[in-house]
């Protein structure tokens, strides 16, 4: 409250100082047209209308000179303004240059991207069992992700540094522990006689040179789509002749509502076709008259520990 004092002083002293010499206009302008006195030997009524277009400009210019020097801010607008854009639109040039050069010189550099798996390992465990029955199981998942991860990402091209912790440092249990009492602790998510699939992500970019470093991402691993569920369709023409190229759009769509249904996101990207059934359903579709859909169904009961879905196609009218 007390930044905001200053400009609220300003601002009355300014309405002061113009009310003032609009008054003393006022007065002026009346005294004038009463007593019909002349300025420069013109006529009374243009004697007043010079009166009141001075008075305008001096309470103009008052303000203007109550601004200037109360405000530095005012004063640098009115006199560096110019060398201000400029030096605004030199900066931003900079900005958009420097991010260019940060897209050419890492962009070729970027070994993992942030929330990509960095090993194809994943570990399903039941949170509310015993200490002794889920840590040990979490220690041997975190090893066998170190590992891994040297294996696959410490040599050309990638070179990143290798992974130095191991699940019997200190450190590491602690982690280890405070990661399972988080899942025990979100109730809602996880409840009791939940399952839980943990997967090693990175948890920033990782570049050239960078240290390997993970996190894991939990998901609740129960039944996400169960076999016959329609996962997405596609309004067609009888008639028409499609390749199975044109599926891809039902393939995506079926992706993203896995995703939404609780599969990760890097499994979701793993969807087989029945490749056999995909085309009866195109070659039926092209002998056909009237309006159709084309659905996609997951062929099975489908989890997040899946890995993917398999997916069958169907033609039904609309």
């Given amino acids: 409250m007390p930044s905001v004092l200053p400009g609220i002083a300003g601002v009355l002293a300014i309405t002061i100082v113009a009310g003032l010499i609009a008054y003393i206009g006022d007065r002026v302008g009346h005294q004038v047209g009463r007593k019909r006195l002349t300025l420069f030997g013109l006529r009374p009524k243009y004697t007043s209308t010079i009166v009141a277009v001075a008075t305008g400009m001096l309470i103009a210019l008052s303000v203007t000179l109550i601004a200037l020097v109360a405000s530095t801010q005012v004063r640098t607008a009115f006199f560096r303004l110019g060398q201000i854009n400029a030096r605004i639109n ?74 130095r912790l191991h699940s019997s440092d200190p450190q590491i249990q602690q982690e280890l522990k405070r990661e399972l009492a988080r899942i025990r602790d979100d109730v809602v998510t996880y409840p009791a006689d939940t399952s839980v699939l943990l997967i090693p992500i990175a948890y920033q970019n990782m570049f050239h040179g960078d240290a390997l470093h993970f996190a894991f991402q939990h998901y609740v691993d129960r039944r996400i789509a169960a076999g016959g569920d329609v996962l997405a369709s596609m309004d067609v023409q009888g008639g028409q002749t499609l390749n199975l190229l044109a599926l891809q759009v039902l393939t995506g769509d079926a992706s993203r509502q896995l995703v939404t249904r609780g599969m990760p996101p890097a499994f979701a990207t793993n969807i087989a076709v029945n490749g056999n059934e995909a085309q009866d359903v195109l070659i039926q579709l092209q002998r056909l008259r009237g309006r159709y859909r084309i659905v996609a169904k997951a062929s099975g009961d489908v989890y997040p520990h899946s890995g993917g879905a398999l997916l069958d196609f169907g033609l039904v009218p609309r």
Avoid: M
């Avoid at 050069?101 to 194809?120: F, H, M, S, W």
């Avoid at 040297?150 to 990638?158: C, M």
């Fill in 90 to 163: 030199e900066l931003q040039a900079q900005a958009i240059a420097q991010q260019n050069e940060l897209k050419t010189t890492r962009g070729n550099d970027l070994v993992i991207p942030i929330g990509a798996p960095i090993v194809n390992l994943a570990l399903t465990i039941r949170p509310f069992q015993p200490d002794d029955v889920v840590l040990p199981q979490l220690a041997s998942f975190f090893d066998q992700t170190v590992t891994q991860a040297d294996r696959a990402w410490t040599h050309d091209p990638y070179d990143l540094k290798p992974y």
